[in-house]
């Protein structure tokens, strides 16, 4: 048995919450595990890493449940992010609408514009009414999900 460090509740050994008050418990094996701080050793003889590869353009799952971290690279001229399974970014919440936006490139880069949606297309927490162009790290929001965007 196991107490619950919120409730005080005795618990089975392995459950992960507490079934009288919902808290998470900890895990005494993990506790057990911890690491100490990593030393890197610096040898001025040593030819620097390469740069590692470029990331963007791409749109990046900031906020969303499940999906926070999901990653889409805007590899066409066009991407259109919807509820529609067409759409190249599928966002499957009724908060969307079947085709919400687009993506599209231009010569000054990217630019978003909402597609007549009915909750509207935000871009950093503002209501768009036209085309906006992107800029690195902007926060684009598409019904209840919110997408960084990646130069």
């Not at 701080?37 to 040898?43: A, G, Q, R, S, Y």
């Not at 990653?71 to 919807?82: M, N, R």
């Not at 085709?99 to 990217?110: D, K, P």
């Not at 007549?116 to 902007?138: A, K």
């Amino acid at each position: 048995m196991v107490t619950c460090p919120t409730c005080r509740a005795d618990r089975p050994e392995g459950d992960r919450f507490c079934g009288a008050c919902g808290s998470p418990i900890p895990d005494p094996a993990a506790a057990a595990q911890a690491t100490g701080p990593i030393e890197t050793v610096v040898d001025a003889g040593v030819t620097p890493p390469r740069v590692g590869p470029r990331l963007g353009p791409a749109l990046a799952v900031r906020v969303s449940g499940g999906r926070t971290g999901e990653f889409f690279a805007l590899e066409a001229e066009v991407i259109t992010i919807g509820r529609s399974p067409a759409c190249d970014i599928f966002l499957d919440d009724i908060t969307v609408s079947r085709v919400h936006a687009r993506v599209r490139t231009q010569a000054g880069g990217w630019v978003v514009a909402d597609d007549g949606s009915t909750n509207g297309t935000y871009v950093n927490r503002r209501l768009i009414e036209g085309p906006e162009i992107l800029g690195d790290g902007d926060e684009v929001q598409v019904g209840k999900f919110r997408l960084v965007f990646i130069a």
